[in-house]
């Protein structure tokens, strides 16, 4: 019998091995990868607040009122939605669908989803909830190639008032152990600053050429696109950091299992060979 038990914790013990290894090599991979992905996003920050700032400016200039600043007529709001290809990364995607699923509550016909990444797409489906376009593939370091598809369907469907509203949801990277959840609308656009008096300081410093209406006219694309490769470059560090994370805890579960099964291993393997001398020398008391 206890040959049997120790058999089979042997073998336990050998799975859970081969598991601590294939945890510690994902860890490793995703250390990498995240450590790649902090630094685009640490250069794309600084880009992308320059030209937040300048593009606030032109939307604050420009006096006209068009569908970009003041929207449309229709009552649909249009979410997309940022989450991985791949799993092993913890409560990432399910943080972003329940987010998302709470926000469409109460009024799903009237909201829509472009849902960005495999498991998104597979969540979404075990709640019936349909998309209006699903894109997968998405590399560890987005481009704006990838941002700027996403930005034509969604300003196309806001041009044609299929939409009133454009937002994307997705993980802001803080720090590789603090990730928050967040909902930035697209479109239409939000002046950065309401104050009547900095509308005069951006009228009197800043003179525009073309017109202020031009430009967000012919920029706003690039804007969007701008914005939208800001929030899957975080969403690509927070999907990272949730991994090393979730393969640091795995990998220590698994240390501590180990302990446990050798610990019973030993006493299993211990009680045996007393069983074992206990019966050696009564046989050989009984031949006195």
Do not use: W
């Amino acid at each position: 019998m206890a040959g049997a038990g120790l058999i089979a914790i042997k073998r336990r013990i050998k799975s859970i091995t081969n598991t601590r290894k294939i945890t510690r090599a994902m860890n490793v991979v995703a250390t990498s990868k995240l450590k790649k992905s902090r630094d685009r996003l640490g250069s794309n920050d600084k880009y992308y607040e320059y030209l937040e700032e300048i593009m606030s400016k032109v939307v604050f200039a420009d006096e006209k009122s068009n569908i970009y600043k003041n929207g449309n007529s229709s009552e649909k709001k249009l979410y997309i939605m940022l989450t991985s290809d791949s799993g092993l990364c913890g409560g990432f995607n399910g943080e972003v669908v329940n987010h998302t699923i709470g926000l469409i509550k109460g009024r799903r016909d009237k909201s829509l989803v472009i849902v960005v990444g495999q498991k998104g797409r597979n969540y979404l489906k075990r709640f019936n909830i349909e998309t209006v376009a699903e894109y997968v593939e998405i590399p560890d370091i987005p481009t704006s190639q990838e941002a700027n598809i996403l930005v034509k369907q969604a300003l196309d469907m806001y041009e044609k008032g299929e939409v009133g509203e454009v937002n994307i949801v997705y993980h802001e990277f803080i720090s590789t152990v603090k990730r928050s959840i967040k909902v930035k609308k697209l479109l239409p656009l939000e002046n950065k600053s309401q104050k009547e008096e900095e509308k005069s300081d951006v009228q009197s410093y800043f003179e525009f050429e073309p017109s202020a209406g031009e430009i967000l006219q012919e920029r706003l694309g690039g804007y969007i696109t701008g914005t939208v490769l800001n929030c899957m470059i975080s969403s690509k560090c927070s999907e990272q950091a949730s991994r090393v994370e979730a393969m640091s805890n795995a990998t220590r579960n698994a240390n501590d299992l180990l302990e446990k099964l050798n610990i019973k291993y030993n006493r299993i393997r211990q009680s045996a060979i007393t069983q074992e001398i206990s019966e050696i020398v009564g046989g050989a008391e009984a031949q006195k």
